[in-house]
């Protein structure tokens, strides 16, 4: 079946340091990759999506690139605020429809 | 993006008693309903998929006659927890998404404890 698999957590960053958060993920056919974050208290929210191979989703710094050949969608952004401190999920859909099927979550502490 | 809420936020209840959360898309019409339950440390995992006004669609292993998911309207569906026990402790998150969007939006969440 579906999976994805992230690197465990937390993370603990300064403030501007470079992120990355792995995330590799294994699929029947061809998914669409996302990933979300949660912040404290709220529910998850869509960062950024890629639909296919190649494509480059970016939101808010944040960047990842689909990489069919690694099965590989790692979440970047080069300079980290405290305001991201977040868990983050990364998640692929399958089939055409809205299931989603979940990493289980990164959580990333930025401090000053 | 569209809001979706759920009440209550934590609810704490006695074995073999029964608890109802709601979930409320509160500024969209959400075709389809989904059901998570995640435990500390693991991802989201999906229990059930409703549609407004059909009958729920249950992931393998999850008991339907326990887990009952009520989805009468566009903008609310309920989920409940029947004859709660302690292993049934956990933090439930519902999600909702409409006709022409997969985009799924989620609530804050509900955590339950059973005593």
């Known amino acids: 079946g579906d999976s994805v698999t992230q690197m465990e957590g937390p993370v603990t960053l300064s403030e501007e340091a470079f992120l990355t958060i792995n995330c590799t993920y294994t699929?029947?056919?061809?998914?669409?990759l996302f990933w979300y974050v949660q912040y404290p208290g709220e529910g998850l929210q869509l960062l950024l999506k890629?639909?296919?191979?190649?494509d480059k989703g970016s939101n808010k710094g944040f960047e990842a690139t689909y990489r069919k050949e690694t099965t590989s969608f790692h979440l970047e952004k080069g300079s980290v605020q405290v305001s991201d401190s977040a868990v983050y999920f990364c998640a692929l859909s399958t089939g055409g429809g809205n299931k989603l099927t979940f990493g289980t979550g990164t959580q990333l502490k930025v401090e000053l | 993006g569209a809001v979706v809420s759920q009440h209550p936020s934590r609810v704490i209840c006695k074995s073999g008693t029964s608890v109802k959360i709601e979930c409320r898309s509160l500024?969209?019409?959400?075709?389809?309903m989904f059901w998570y339950r995640q435990f500390p440390k693991k991802s989201l995992m999906l229990m059930a998929t409703?549609?407004?006004?059909?009958?729920?669609?249950?992931e393998q292993g999850v008991e339907k006659d326990k887990f009952l998911i009520n989805h009468a309207s566009l903008t609310l569906s309920t989920l409940t927890v029947t004859s709660a026990h302690p292993e049934d402790s956990s933090f439930y998150i519902c999600?909702?998404?409409?006709?022409?969007?997969?985009?799924?939006?989620f609530g804050p969440g509900t955590r339950l404890t059973v005593t």
């Open positions: 699929a029947t056919g061809y998914p669409s």
């Open positions: 890629a639909t296919k191979a190649d």
């Open positions: 500024d969209f019409q959400a075709t389809t």
């Open positions: 409703s549609n407004e006004g059909s009958k729920a669609t249950y």
């Open positions: 999600s909702g998404a409409g006709l022409t969007s997969y985009e799924q939006y």
